[in-house]
């Protein structure tokens, strides 16, 4: 398994980057088509007093600078309201709606080829596009009473219009969008919301805070194992938990690396994301396996889970692992901030739900027949059965609720309710694992380490107390690894 987890972490290391999506565009804008989505952003809502001049930097700024052939008549679209409503334009064929539809379904336009006193046309800074091209610079200001979406697109169309008002010294010709783009959005002044989109006000305070709450974590979980140490009852299932919590706090930090890498300037690596999404599907799929192993008993009421038993978990974590992986790349491959509000919206999302429920029935099975088979359990399996089922529902459970909420927020909500969830489990399973609590006497504590490995020698088998014990009845194991508890002198 952790070889497996090696190697698919370093092929997606490899994987060729995908073009970044931030609030700040800088390159080339082409499309062989005459329309071409930029990006979207929710500006801030404004007060019932509309700002002053003064205060407008306060509030929603688009500042575009663009460089275009001198034979385009590019414009600067603008449209906002419903994301629906745009998800519809942007699925739309041409022969549905026309590069001309798209344009008279614009809220607002802003034509960039005329030469106006207050936007005039530059010559562009490169002497090679001195005489072709032509670069100019827009400043908009965004005022709402609501936060709403807006999305920005370029068009380069055919309209009659456009036909009467062209230059007689410039040929013009419908064609692709082929433009030098310099675009930036912004939400006031401050740091935590220059940059971001409304949706996301807040998110890089909320992985700082979460990142250092899963460092106190991972120093609680080591005082733990140092302790158990101490008392010999540092069982693997220990060391599985503790790696899943090393995942986890990677996966934190390269969201705290990518977040505060946007802050600053709206650009930011998309791939810091990936490497943060393919750690916390490593620390998802580690966290199953655990349960899934406490589940059929294993340190619990088992030295070793039967070979059929290890054979389906080894095919259930390969395939959840395989699963989790596929569902990062390919949010990281196909994301479209036009279709998607945020993961959940899209197939990817759908499918890691799907998975997290598909792991929470079988970790209900694996504790029912836990249960049936080990009587003296019944009250801790119970217990530990309604408790972690829940936990594994909470995610997809809150994901629903998130559908309902107004479109601007569920991506900072669901984002925090992501890592809150994540965090109570870990915790309830510290607590548990922390031998100086006295509720949780009975999990795992009744068996020492050498118990579980199990000593042979000399004809005879140590049983879980540490006693010597011959072979078969009254033995401290079962034919199938079971761990006698009636025979042992440690209580329960």
């Given at each position: ?89 942007y699925n739309s064929k041409y022969s549905r709606l026309s590069c001309g539809d798209r344009e008279l379904m614009a809220n607002f336009d802003a034509p960039l080829w005329y030469n106006t006193s207050l936007d005039p046309l530059q010559v562009p800074d490169d002497p090679a596009l001195k005489e072709t091209h032509y670069t100019k610079q827009i400043t908009q200001y965004f005022f709402s009473k609501t936060p709403y979406y807006f999305f920005v697109a370029l068009s380069n169309c055919d309209t009659n219009n456009d036909r009467n008002l062209a230059s007689s010294n410039v040929m013009y010709t419908q064609g692709s969008v082929d433009v030098k783009v310099d ?310």
């Amino acid at each position: 398994m952790k070889t497996t987890s090696v190697l698919l972490l370093l092929v997606l290391l490899c994987l060729r980057p995908r073009a970044s999506q931030p609030k700040a565009v800088r390159g080339d804008a082409y499309s062989h088509l005459a329309w071409h989505y930029l990006d979207r952003f929710c500006f801030l809502p404004i007060p019932e007093n509309e700002p002053s001049e003064a205060e407008k930097e306060k509030y929603g700024k688009l500042v575009l600078k663009a460089t275009f052939p001198k034979s385009h008549r590019l414009k600067v679209l603008f449209y906002w309201g419903n994301f629906e409503d745009f998800t519809t334009i942007y699925n739309s064929k041409y022969s549905r709606l026309s590069c001309g539809d798209r344009e008279l379904m614009a809220n607002f336009d802003a034509p960039l080829w005329y030469n106006t006193s207050l936007d005039p046309l530059q010559v562009p800074d490169d002497p090679a596009l001195k005489e072709t091209h032509y670069t100019k610079q827009i400043t908009q200001y965004f005022f709402s009473k609501t936060p709403y979406y807006f999305f920005v697109a370029l068009s380069n169309c055919d309209t009659n219009n456009d036909r009467n008002l062209a230059s007689s010294n410039v040929m013009y010709t419908q064609g692709s969008v082929d433009v030098k783009v310099d675009l930036l959005m912004t939400n006031g002044n401050t740091l935590n919301s220059r940059h971001f989109s409304a949706d996301k006000i807040g998110v890089f305070g909320t992985s700082i805070t979460f990142f250092i709450i899963q460092i106190l974590i991972c120093v609680a979980a080591f005082l733990v194992s140092i302790s158990l140490r101490n008392r010999r009852k540092l069982h693997l299932t220990v060391k599985i938990f503790n790696v899943s919590l090393f995942f986890h706090l990677l996966g934190l930090l390269f969201d705290v690396v990518y977040y505060s890498r946007y802050s600053r300037d709206g650009l930011a690596d998309e791939n810091l994301l990936l490497a943060s999404g393919t750690f916390y599907a490593l620390a998802d799929t580690t966290m199953m396996l655990l349960l899934i192993s406490l589940a059929k008993g294993w340190t619990v009421v088992r030295r070793k889970i039967s070979v059929t038993g290890r054979v389906k978990m080894a095919s259930f974590g390969t395939f959840y692992l395989l699963a989790s992986i596929t569902v990062v790349s390919w949010r990281h491959i196909t994301a479209d901030s036009a279709l998607e509000i945020y993961l959940y919206d899209s197939k990817p999302g759908v499918m890691f739900v799907l998975l997290r429920c598909f792991g929470c029935v079988w970790f209900l099975r694996c504790c029912k027949i836990t249960r049936k088979q080990f009587k003296k359990k019944l009250r801790f399996y119970s217990k530990f059965m309604l408790m972690f089922g829940t936990w594994l529902m909470l995610l997809p459970f809150a994901i629903f609720l998130c559908a309902y909420l107004p479109d601007w927020t569920r991506f900072k909500i669901a984002y925090g309710c992501r890592l809150g969830i994540i965090m109570v489990g870990e915790v309830a399973l510290l607590s548990m694992y922390n031998p100086s609590f006295q509720y949780n006497q009975s999990f795992p504590f009744h068996a020492m380490t050498s118990a579980m490995m199990m000593e042979k020698g000399g004809g005879v088998t140590r049983g879980i107390s540490g006693g010597l014990t011959t072979p078969g009845a009254g033995s401290g194991q079962g034919s199938d690894g079971r761990i006698v508890i009636k025979n042992s002198r440690v209580g329960v």
